[in-house]
């Protein structure tokens, strides 16, 4: 059973246009961080959330915490094809280390 | 600051072979973990050390095991090598053992025939 869903699985688009991934779970969790990885490197983190409703903005990234902090979203505003890559979420519960959803593939097209 | 590094990047193994793979953290990073990433099954956690003791530990066979020097840098090694192992083999760097902020390094990719 998969802690953390992200969806959709994959998302292709044209550069300009918005677009919005989803990170859902039925746990709660401490804290959930977004992390971006490009082919043949390793995840970089984007942002950590930790309160509840809170909204976070990167330059053209937002990130928003379910008030029940058991979802997350990232909003692209203007996608350039240099935010292509796999975005993961990574859910904090307790003592444990976090858990990562299996990711959104995203290609943004020039 | 320099980022984690991860020795080697590619690695091309047979099966029933053991493999050592070696991670340097972040400076004053304490915390190291490692992962497994494959298509299937995504970033899997495998274990995470922190003064040179293993603090928390994935749902991994005994084939999989670890260690942590004095100086935080930290190696895992793989015995009798299984064609499923083949996955990108992540680490990653934290300040504290609890800390959920993590940087990965590149990986290293390991391919089993």
């Known amino acids: 059973t998969q802690l953390l869903e992200q969806s959709p699985q994959f998302l292709s688009i044209q550069e300009g246009e918005n677009l919005t991934v989803y990170c859902n779970s039925s746990s709660v969790f401490s804290s959930l961080q977004w992390y971006r990885q490009e082919p043949g490197e390793g995840p970089v983190l984007l942002v950590t959330?930790?309160?509840?409703?809170e909204v976070k903005k990167l330059k053209r990234l937002t990130f928003q915490f379910g008030d029940a902090r058991k979802d997350s979203s990232l909003h692209i505003t203007a996608a350039q094809p240099g935010d292509t890559g796999l975005y993961l979420c990574a859910g904090a519960r307790g003592a444990g280390k976090s858990t990562f959803g299996d990711g959104t593939t995203l290609t943004v097209k020039p | 600051k320099a980022g984690v590094t991860q020795t080697p990047r590619y690695l091309i193994k047979t099966r029933g072979q053991q493999v050592t793979l070696s991670c340097s953290p972040i400076?004053?990073?304490?915390?190291v973990s490692w992962y497994q990433q494959t298509p299937g099954q995504g970033l899997q956690f495998l274990f995470e050390?922190?003064?040179?003791?293993?603090?928390n530990k994935g749902n991994f066979p005994g084939r999989f095991s670890g260690r942590q020097f004095s100086n935080s840098r930290s190696e895992m090694n793989v015995s009798t090598l299984e064609l499923g192992d083949s996955a990108l083999y992540l680490c990653?760097?934290?300040?504290?053992?609890?800390?959920?902020?993590?940087?990965f390094g590149p990986g290293t990719r390991l391919t089993v025939t």
């Open positions: 400076s004053g990073h304490r915390s």
């Open positions: 959330v930790v309160t509840g409703g």
């Open positions: 990653a760097s934290s300040l504290e053992v609890h800390s959920y902020e993590q940087y």
């Open positions: 050390y922190f003064s040179e003791t293993q603090r």
